[in-house]
């Protein structure tokens, strides 16, 4: 299995990391526009020297209750940024973006791979992503980011996010996406008790059924904290946990803050293949 995008290959036949880039004003000191530019890209440097094949840079935070943000303010955020990775290094960027415009924009800047929480529902956003011809994860969510964690509920967790997929891909590329350039996402904390997001571990091999590319983003997240009462800054040891489960049943792409530790994690995993 692989990735591509006009010259670029991604083989992923042993898992690869996606790392983080928030470009939201909460995620860096602030020290005014190019000391941010410059904290940022110092970030991808370290993130690429520890093994991150792909940056994923997001401008709109998605966590409950966090404030909407406008097109022009997340364009502000992500396509500086985007333009000095592309300039600088030799990497895949991922535009982590639910908005039609700032998807193409993205990628006219350097961007090639779209990360989209809402799996290309808001308005334009399918065109834009057929257009843009880059290869596009999709996310299952339950609900909407701001009330998404008030009371989920699922009959069946597994089944539905499966059904969610096979519908959901059944549309995009009835409209023209590739089948191909997609990477499906089971969205772990995204509308999601903790029972339902350690069920999605557990049977996270089922969704190998559409033999497409798959996404695990378990970073941090508040299931650990569920489970083992920890801060956000306590959870990497249960973070590569949740990693490892995954890749042993197949993930392709593992989202992360902490490359360098997950590197080691998979590397451990490679070895004992
Ligand atoms: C608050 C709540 C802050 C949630 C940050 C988050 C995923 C993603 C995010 C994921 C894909 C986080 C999330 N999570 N994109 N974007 N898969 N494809 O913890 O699991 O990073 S934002």
Redesign the pocket.
Known sequence: MQLQHLERTLDLTSPKIMG?LNVTPDSFSDGGQYNRLDSALSRVQQMLADGASII?I?GE????N?PLVSEQQELDRVIPVIEQIKQRFDCWISI?TSKARVMSEAVTGGANLI?D?RALQQPGALTAAIDANVPV?M?HMQGQPQTMQTAPAYVDVIEEVLDFFEQRINHCVGAGLDYEKIIV?P????GKTMQHNFSLIKYFKRFDQFGLPL?A?????SMFDDLLSLTVDQRLASSLAGALLCAQQGANII?VHDVKATADVLSVLKAAQ
Do not use: E, H, Q, Y
Request: glycine content about 16%; hydrophobic content about 30%.
């Open positions: 983080i994923d997001g935070s998605t966590r409950p966090a982590d990360n929480v994860c996310m996402d969205g772990f904390g995204f996404l983003g378990l970073s941090r997240k989202r």
